[in-house]
């Protein structure tokens, strides 16, 4: 089935410090792959997407890019901020399997003055 | 358009009590997810429905749970005689036919 893979936390940064979240995936269908950002006590915030192969999502800074070579969906960010503190998680919804997403356990990011 | 609106924000139930969990679509989508985050976790797939059809049910535990997607009227989730491991967030998502999909607030189980 489905799965996805991502980088183990809590990840500590200082501010402007470049961010770097790992996220691979299986999946036997041609999914869209996102990265969903959860402040604390909130829900699940859109950051961004891309849908098929080679395609670079962008938002607020951060970017991924699709990489079928690789099934990675890797999160980057050039210079983070405090603001940036929350869970990142990776997901992957196929078509071939109901538009359900599948979600990595998350990455919880601390980012310090 | 107003987002997809879940409610209530906090539930506390005793156990053996039942809570019903409401989540209103965004304005357009047919499409409604249900995930469960327990603390520390990750989102975990329950039920996918289209109105007044279940899709897709892998993900829900085979007893005490159940939900539905009316004609009119939200959705609801449904867990009868609840114990101290259900405990947890319980997020809604809707979409539209393309899946991206946007989610709810979440609600907040408490069993005590």
């Known amino acids: 089935g489905d799965s996805v893979t991502q980088m183990e936390g809590p990840v500590t940064l200082s501010e402007e410090a470049c961010l770097t979240i790992?996220?691979?995936?299986?999946?036997?269908?041609?999914?869209?792959l996102f990265w969903y950002v959860q402040y604390p006590g909130e829900g699940l915030q859109l950051l961004l997407k891309?849908?098929?192969?080679?395609d670079k999502g962008s938002n607020k800074g951060f970017e991924a890019t699709y990489r079928k070579e690789t099934t990675s969906f890797h999160l980057e960010k050039g210079s983070v901020q405090v603001s940036d503190s929350a869970v990142y998680f990776c997901?992957?919804?196929?078509?071939?399997?109901?538009?359900?997403?599948?979600f990595g356990d998350g990455t919880t990011l601390t980012v310090k003055p | 358009n107003a987002g997809v609106m879940q409610n209530p924000r906090h539930l506390v139930r005793r156990r053996g009590q039942e809570a019903r969990l409401r989540c209103s679509p965004m304005?357009?989508?047919?499409?409604v997810y249900w995930y469960r985050q327990l603390p520390e976790e990750g989102l975990k797939f329950m039920v996918y429905?289209?109105?007044?059809?279940?899709?897709?049910e892998s993900g829900m535990p085979k007893e005490r749970f159940s939900a539905e997607f009316p004609k009119e009227g939200p959705s609801i989730l449904r867990i009868q005689q609840v114990v101290r491991g259900d405990s947890a967030a319980y997020f809604c998502?809707?979409?539209?036919?393309?899946?991206?999909?946007?989610f709810g607030p979440g609600t907040r189980l408490t069993v005590t």
């Open positions: 998502a809707s979409s539209p036919p393309t899946n991206e999909q946007y």
């Open positions: 790992n996220c691979t995936y299986t999946a036997t269908g041609y999914p869209s």
């Open positions: 891309a849908t098929k192969a080679d």
């Open positions: 997901a992957l919804s196929d078509r071939t399997n109901a538009g359900k997403s599948t």
């Open positions: 304005k357009g989508h047919s499409h």
């Open positions: 429905l289209q109105k007044e059809n279940i899709i897709d």
